[in-house]
């Protein structure tokens, strides 16, 4: 299923419902209490029902006769779901997911930097001189950062030119944006343009061991950056 994008109060159900399974709240293999959730969340049961409608499609609920709702295993959940991810990570950044993320990162970004230096067409190296363009600009804008970030590993995925891997980029951007999130609304972060300008600069000379090396250099510093942040969070 795709991204959620319901609003009101049925966005509202769905959220609520959603952040205390992930939260360990709503154990796993538990029966939902629909009636005194309706009343806790004073709610109609329609709403209810569309609710469990899109935590149903995305792993997350499921019913049963006799048995009533229930939440299913974690081996069932749709975690490569941009809104599962980002509702995992709305309990805050844990250290477990934020390392799965980079494990994930490293293993997928050094290989398309490397197709991209094969593939990439002018038009790919544009839409990665722009992106090193935002990220120039928002230095000192923690959210226009993000955005810049998202921007260039959007483009670097398209310009490896393999659908399947740029369709990771849901899962890619959905976690990115949270881990940058957090490492963009420190204090004191280093310039993250340099890094990210050996990586197109490899890719424009054509230079695949060179970009692939550029890249896994970058993602070394981001696992920098976001050891830093738990340091400082830690000696509060």
């Keep these: 299923m795709g991204q959620y994008t319901g609003r009101g109060v049925h966005g509202q159900t769905v959220e609520i419902i959603a952040g205390r399974i992930l939260a360990g ?25 569309e609710a469990l409608k899109v935590l149903t499609a995305k792993g997350l609920v499921d019913a049963r006769p006799k048995r009533g709702t229930f939440v299913r295993p974690r081996a069932a959940w749709n975690l490569l779901d941009a809104d599962v ?16 993320l980079h494990e994930v990162r490293a293993i997928m970004e050094p290989a398309a930097a490397k197709l991209a230096a094969a593939r990439a067409t002018d038009t790919d190296l544009a839409a990665l001189d722009e992106a090193l363009a935002q990220m120039a600009a928002a230095h000192d804008d923690p959210a226009a950062a993000v955005a ?35 490492v963009h609304g420190a204090q004191h972060h280093d310039d993250p343009v340099p890094s990210h300008q050996a990586v ?18 970058l993602l070394d510093k981001a696992a920098q950056d976001v050891d830093h942040v738990r340091k400082k969070k830690d000696n509060r």
């Design 200 to 217: 197109v600069a490899a890719i424009r000379a054509r230079d695949a061991a060179a970009a692939e090396r550029a890249m896994g250099d």
């Design 25 to 49: 709240e709503i154990a796993e293999g538990a029966t939902i209490n629909l009636a005194a959730l309706q009343e806790e969340l004073d709610i109609s049961l329609t709403v209810m029902r």
């Design 148 to 182: 810049a970030d998202l921007n260039f590993h959007r483009a670097l995925l398209h310009a490896a030119h393999n659908e399947w891997l740029e369709r990771m980029k849901v899962v890619m951007e959905t976690g990115l944006a949270e881990r940058d999130k957090l």
């Design 85 to 100: 991810i980002r509702w995992q990570f709305a309990g805050g950044a844990d250290a477990s997911l934020l390392d799965q």
